[in-house]
């Protein structure tokens, strides 16, 4: 299946780290993107997000809208996490099965896997184990937005495909020292400590965790990719 220009692409979230990339790739490839900003269409509000799947009909969405942030932000504000997050995915699988999408990617997080996750995770390791304490609540929400995929492809038929990136950084990333995710927050203080001719440079943690990062466009590269699987092929990857 190729997305071609008679597909109506949507991607959710088109201007955050993971949705501008997303962008980039399909333009680059020809293709006509659906977009709103929050001001147009407030995804956590169902109302709006069903007048807007009726009036657009898009057949593909790249379900990449989150409220996402790093370990201070996920202390700061767990109750908005798993609200807003849930809100979203819920308002926008429902609309795509209601309205005929014909393949969705829902993106989910490599933090869904336990604290304790063996190494290299696999995806059997989901529910085995707690989870990281610190953002738990946006855990839960993507795991539930992954069983909701899976529920919906069961009894309706829909074909909503769930991919976990992990750690990303790239263009258009948030770069406040205390609500971003690791790389940004790390570049900035590199950054500003060469200006200030700093010899050394404070970090958070012990050091020990090891992390995987992964560039945006390398990321929107594969999420096309597997959207232009064949139906076969596709179908395989289903839940």
Not at 69 to 91: H, K, M
Request: net charge neutral; hydrophobic share 40%; charged share 20%.
């Amino acid at each position: 299946m190729s997305s071609g220009n008679e597909q109506r692409i949507y991607v959710a979230g088109h201007r955050g780290l993971v949705g501008s990339a997303l962008v980039r790739r399909l333009q680059a490839q020809g293709d006509a993107v659906l977009a709103r900003t929050h001001a147009e269409l407030d995804l956590t509000q169902a109302d709006q997000v069903e007048a807007f799947f009726a009036a657009e009909k898009p057949t593909q969405v790249y379900l990449a809208a989150a409220k996402v942030g790093g370990i201070v932000a996920n202390n700061s504000y767990p109750g908005e996490f798993i609200r807003d997050n849930l809100a979203i995915q819920t308002n926008v699988i429902h609309a795509a099965w209601r309205h005929g999408v014909q393949r969705l990617l829902f993106l989910g997080s490599s933090c869904i896997y336990p604290r304790e996750c063996p190494q290299p995770m696999r995806e059997e390791h989901l529910l085995t184990g707690p989870l990281e304490p610190t953002n738990r609540p946006y855990a839960l929400a993507k795991i539930a937005g992954i069983e909701m995929c899976s529920a919906y492809n069961r009894q309706y038929g829909t074909r909503f495909l769930a991919a976990m990136p992990t750690n990303l950084y790239g263009p258009g990333d948030n770069y406040h020292l205390q609500n971003s995710h690791v790389l940004p927050a790390l570049i900035r203080k590199f950054h500003e400590a060469k200006q200030r001719g700093d010899a050394t440079v404070p970090a958070w943690g012990t050091g020990t965790p090891l992390r995987e990062f992964l560039y945006s466009d390398d990321m929107a590269d594969a999420c096309v990719y597997l959207m232009n699987l064949s139906d076969e092929r596709f179908d395989s990857l289903l839940s």
